[in-house]
């Protein structure tokens, strides 16, 4: 395959599919106006006192955002309920089974939850200035339920003391050779939202076959996709098949030895809308966290300290990051991830036996 | 004569009435008993017949014995448990009778050491041995490759596996077995093996044909306890089974509630396990009988202690060997990831951080609010649980009432119960009205009330049996009515094992997760289920910090049982 070069806007149309679902316009959407933070915001967000965020967004990443908001808003105590995207969407199944209202914002790697949120009529719509202004029409809902408010790659990577640059593994399919057996670690979709996307995006492109050879590799499995960089940190394993960019951007940075392939059948793109829940118990700290997380300053805070990629269209990519222009993307398709959600985890326990 | 009369008349109506109340409290802690654990099982049996649409099948069951996801697990828990049991017995029996029976140095250490490996949560010593044995990275395997130069990918120990899972459930069970075979050794009289000597018996044929036959009850029963806390152990397969590639019933259990949820299967897949529990409970009554062990009154001789001459201290040394596994080891591998920037790597100057402590905390907002609940639970779950344990074990002990054999039986009926089938059962049970207590803390305290029920139980039954009725029995011929015996005489004699039992079963709230891993809210989040959370992602450093903290606490509270003035003798393992 040439090398091609992506320009800005080929990666917006690129991942206009994979909005494409998520965000499909039905003939006539009302997105209401866009609403800026205004001072009686504020005012009615303190009385409300606090705010509780439910994310998969790895736990340092997201209290230190947490944080950032209750420094710009003292007064409001933010707190974070971190678990993996599919454990999350059960939880609020089961709390709002039993009307437990105890969520207020929510933030997903899977973005198929926030179809059927909004199908269930569980979201508030609530569209912050930010997002009417700087955010492209594919990642922002119609009805103005949610927007992207994070994106990440799901990327191949390798431990630099185990293994050396010419060893390490270009594309998917070099991890299926017999040299790497006993040494990858890999996520689970039946917790994970990222692996839950990033498996259905590969099993579609790679079929099913890739994973029964995959499943011979007796790898290590992990829950989250923000374990696998981790165990590579430790020095666990060599080389993991599927983990977060953001937690290898973040290691290697901090000075570990880890390194990020990008693999040459291209790398799945995830991305994790925000939203706000209509039965929030602090419904006006619900709108000024989501007015919050979408500004310019939240944004490129979760660029530099997170990782993360953002689709603001003032953000900056963090120099020494291969921009998104540069890398070639796996196309995603929310709707036919909810549609074949459970499917895909059935397949997967069968072949992984876990 | 005839104010007499009328006094004695008097009296005899009042102590009918106040019989009556005696009467009512008691049958409303029945009632309270029925409820806790008739409810939730009827749900589960319910849901187990009935398929989504609310008709009665056998589909359920079916699915369990055809379907290969489930027939697995449970060939792999029945192999589990087996082996975990017979390595627990090998362990904890010589152990057990040099402790009890032998002049063993430091004898009162081992015992001490002993109980800290019964109130360290098994998810914590998982996860302390991640850190240790992990095949690349493990704090051991990396000594290994040091010492012995070799290649990278060697390694001594892979707790990532069967014998792995194995071998930690042993180090977090054998206690069970040890306190049951020195418990036993401790009461057999000295008599027995004086007779013996003087017969001509040398010590080693007295210890084999006299001390060790007389403890094989109980080393029987020591096992089938172990075989069932394997089988229903929760956190430690969750936490290894997972990356070596298996489930277990538990782990399987608890994988149908991920979305979307199947109660259904669940309820089916929890009733074997239930009914086994059941038959291997009445096996160990059989074996144990109903043994007065009433040694109050220092009837029996002392025990006649053998001489280890020039063995006692490699014994010693055997025994702190043991220990090495469920103790030192991990304990040592939790210390050192708290103060290491990387969680496997040995603390030197260069990698001391205080960062972790400081973000677990700081920065971790869930930390406070599950410290609060797990510490209020704990209160509330103690105090409760041992309030009722002490009526109906006094009831039970003086047959107070008719039917006090059936109290009895219920009692220690949630022991039949495994954690995580409970906390499916009380799930279903608790979140349909009209009782919807999902979501607050009223569920969490129930679960623990019901699972540290038995125990408490035990623990008070066997310290009222050792008390001698005579001394009820003349309080109320003075006129007391029972409860008032119970509160005037029983109690304070008591007082000792009230507050061990109060302490068990507060530490044992604290390291409960099968049932609350089912039950818990973002609100309701307790420290066991936090940590279970962090091991999700990995965060192994947060984990030591919370793992550590709660170990002090739970032994600052032992040790504070021990200290307060006027509560003597304290918590040993002879009071169980």
Redesign the interface.
Known sequence: MRGWKFSRRDILKGSAALAAGVYATPLKAQAPAAEAITPALVEAAKKEGKIIWYTSVDLPVAEKIAKAFEARYPGIAARVERSGAERVFQRVGQEYGSRIYAVDVVNSSDAAHFIVWKRDGLLAPYVPEDVAKHYPADHKDADGMFATWRAWLSVIGYNTELVTREDAPKSFADLLDPKWVGKIVKGHPGYSGTILTATFQMSRDLGWEYFEKLAKQKIMQVQSSADPPKKLSLGERAVMADGNEYNMFLLKESGRPVEIVYPTEGTPLIVGPNGIFKNAPNPNAARLFQSWMFTIEAQQMAIEIGGLRSFHALAKEKPGRKPLSEIKLMKDDAAAVEKSGEDIKTRYTQLFRV | MASLTHDAAERALMRSARLDLSRLVIFTFALILCVLIVLPLSWLFYYGFVDRAGNFTLGNFRQLVIDP?FV?PLITTFILATTASIVCCAVAAPIGWLVARTDLPMRGLVRVLVTASFVTPPFLGAIAWELLA????GLLNRAFRALTGAP?DDYLFNI?SFPGLIFVISCYTFPYVFVLVANSLDRIPGDLEDASSILGGKTWTTARRITIPLAMPALLAGALVAFLQSMTLFGSPAIL???A???TMTTKIW?L?????KPELAAAASLPLLVLTVILLRAEHMVLGRRGYSVVGGKGAEPRLVRLKFLRWPALALCFFVLLNPVFLPYGALLNATFSK???QIVTPQNFTLHNIE?VFF????TR?ALKNTFILGAATATIGTLIAVVISYVTARKAVTGYRALGFLATAPVAIPGIVLGVGLFLSY?RPPF?L??TLWILLIAFVTISLPAAYQQLQSAIRAVHPDLEDASRILGATRLQALGHITAPLLRTSVIATWCFVFVGVMRELSAAIMLF???TKVISVLIF??N?????A?ISVLGLSMLIVTFATVLLANRIPGFGGGIRLRNH
């Open positions: 996801a697995e992990a095949p690349n990275s990278q990532y089974a997972l990356p590639g298996f489930h994988s509630f991920q979305y979307p949820p990387v969680a496997t973000f920065e971790l907002s869930a609010l979140t919807i999902y979501g809210t973002s609100e959370d962090l999700e992602s990995g965060d192994l947060a």
